[in-house]
């Protein structure tokens, strides 16, 4: 099986019925890039820059960001790269920023609420992204959207940097996408709204169940309510991708779920654009994706949002289907 993955290293992402698809990697850092493409990622869906504030004894600079998104950018040789902006706080600490100690930091100051809250932190981070977007095809991506209000300042903030940067002098790429993270159900709930405003979605799964589950993704003892394929985390999941194409945008998904063999027929019937995943995951999920008919698959997803009542029934019309 594994010399079978291995001939699909190069080839483009089709399903059977010659619908195409992106799949794309996720990194942590520069030196992360190397095991996407040779695992034959077509992009990177999801750049973690948290670690690179965590991986430091103090904040980086912009120098030292714009080396590295430079690197990922280059290394990626024109092919698409979603950065994520910092996504600190709930379960990733930093020492030198004293972050408040919280009753619940998965619910408390964390990601964009940082990034706005403490903006020089923000502009420092889009500054390094905008002078690095003229070396490759860059996204930027806000993680933990709640409110329509936070895009808007967020994305205001981004438009104030690019100005002034420009009125500099430096050059900018024109082509750079601003999307959100899709990991807090008020904003999958909203997404026709959105969708308005943004550039893509990406879908995180991992927070997204969290927080529609009410059940810590660390906590073991309430593990049984991480369910991928629940109808109620399905229908957010659709409702998403619905909203985002009926706007011309793109939207994808960079949770674990992305590179779930069970979950992909669903994602693949749901028009699911773009998968993101780490690189042991793309080129098996290249080969299931070349056995699926996307037409069967709507069908699926019509049974399993309509008829199916637990994820473990999801599951079972999933290998009825996939036989
Ligand atoms: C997610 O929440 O699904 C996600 C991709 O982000 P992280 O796992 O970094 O929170
Ligand atoms: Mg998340």
Not at 67 to 84: I, Q
Not at 91 to 115: T, V
Request: net charge negative.
């Amino acid at each position: 099986l594994k010399a079978e993955w291995e001939k699909l290293k190069d080839e483009p992402t089709v399903t059977a019925d010659g619908k195409q698809l992106e799949l794309a990697g996720n990194i942590g850092t520069p030196r992360d890039l190397e095991g996407v493409l040779e695992h034959g990622g077509e992009a990177i869906g999801l750049y973690r820059t948290e670690f690179l504030y965590m991986d430091s004894q103090e904040l980086p600079t912009e120098d030292e960001q714009y080396e590295a998104y430079k690197e990922v950018l280059e290394g990626m040789e024109g092919r698409p790269v979603v950065v994520r902006t910092m996504d600190i706080g709930g379960d990733k600490e930093l020492p030198y920023l004293a972050l408040p100690d919280e009753m619940n930091p998965f619910l408390g100051y964390r990601a964009i609420r940082i990034s706005l809250d403490q903006d020089e932190i923000f502009r420092t981070q889009l500054r390094a992204l905008l002078r690095a977007s003229v070396h490759g095809r860059l996204r930027i991506m806000f993680p933990m959207i709640a409110t329509l209000q936070e895009f808007r300042d967020a994305k205001a903030i981004y438009e104030e940097e690019k100005e002034k940067l420009q009125s500099k002098g430096v050059e900018v790429s024109d082509s750079i996408e601003v999307g959100i993270m899709v990991e807090i159900p008020a904003a999958a709930v909203l997404a026709d709204q959105f969708a308005k405003e943004v550039d893509f979605f990406s879908l995180g799964t991992n927070d997204l169940i969290q927080y529609s589950m009410a059940a810590d993704r660390m906590n073991e003892q309430v593990s049984y309510l991480y369910q991928p394929y629940n109808p109620s985390i399905l229908r957010l999941i659709n409702n998403v991708i619905k909203a985002a194409h009926a706007e011309g945008k793109w939207a994808g998904m960079c949770g674990e779920v992305a590179g779930d063999q069970t979950a992909v027929p669903l994602l693949v019937g749901m028009g699911l654009d773009e998968f993101s995943m780490s690189a042991t995951s793309i080129l098996k999920t290249r080969s299931l994706m070349k056995r699926l008919d996307s037409s069967k698959m709507e069908e699926l997803v019509e049974k399993a949002l309509n008829e199916a009542t637990s994820n473990e029934e999801v599951k079972a019309l999933v290998e009825e289907y996939t036989k």
